[in-house]
């Protein structure tokens, strides 16, 4: 029962060209989205989050995408640089009987920018 | 300002014994979360402690497993009589407040090796 879905195992692109990430979830009561860059042998470290009560929301190089309807959010990198190369997880957290500490995590993607 | 400090970074124990994971969080904060990451998944929430209380310990097992974080000292995650299945990296977190607004800064995490 995977409640946050990242269906794509791994991303490659050029150095310069956008990366969009994407990322799904099935419970309608997550209302917190959070994204997570992991580099090997590290913990997660916090990249940009959106509220539900949001569509969009940018903070430099980085802007997450939701659309509530479809329950879908994506993260674009642009321009993307070599330093960028990492595992990004998609998270989410709800309000559901005040569990809005709780994150859920999808598997992650696999970012690599090639010079 | 340190960050969250988890030790050791890496264990290695034999099946049946015990595994201790230490968790400082950062200073200032009082609210710890453990997550459990196996080999190709996302993280999974364990468990959240304030000081001295387990505010919800669903997502860890049962049996064999325990979470703590006293008054004075870390956190810590215990695994009695490990098995092979308990090998994974195990992330801890802290915040400021509960809710995930902000963000969870994580640790670099412990990884648990069962032989």
């Known amino acids: 029962d995977q409640q946050v879905k990242q269906n794509s195992p791994s991303l490659s692109v050029q150095e310069g060209r956008i990366s969009i990430l994407n990322c799904d979830y099935t419970?309608?009561?997550?209302?917190?989205f959070l994204w997570y860059k992991k580099y090997p042998a590290e913990g997660p470290t916090f990249l940009i989050s959106?509220?539900?009560?949001?569509d969009k929301n940018e903070d430099g190089r980085f802007t997450v995408f939701l659309n509530k309807s479809a329950k879908h959010l994506s993260l674009h990198i642009v321009p993307s640089q070599p330093g960028d190369s990492a595992v990004y997880f998609c998270a989410a957290s709800g309000n559901s009987g005040g569990s809005n500490y709780k994150l859920t995590f999808g598997k992650g993607t696999l970012l690599t920018v090639n010079p | 300002n340190a960050g969250v400090m988890q030790n050791p970074r890496h264990l290695v124990r034999r099946r049946g014994q015990e595994a201790r994971l230490r968790c400082s969080p950062m200073?200032?904060?009082?609210?710890v979360y453990w997550y459990r990451q196996l080999p190709e998944e996302g993280l999974k929430f364990m468990v959240y402690l304030q000081k001295e209380n387990i505010i919800d310990e669903s997502g860890m097992p049962k049996e064999r497993f325990s979470a703590e974080f006293p008054k004075e000292g870390p956190s810590i995650l215990r695994i009695q009589q490990v098995v092979r299945g308990d090998s994974a990296a195990y992330f801890c977190?802290?915040?400021?407040?509960?809710?995930?607004?902000?963000?969870?800064?994580f640790g670099q995490g412990t990884r648990l090796t069962v032989v």
């Open positions: 977190a802290s915040s400021p407040y509960m809710e995930v607004e902000g963000e969870a800064f």
């Open positions: 419970n309608s009561m997550f209302d917190y």
């Open positions: 959106i509220s539900s009560i949001k």
């Open positions: 200073k200032g904060h009082s609210h």
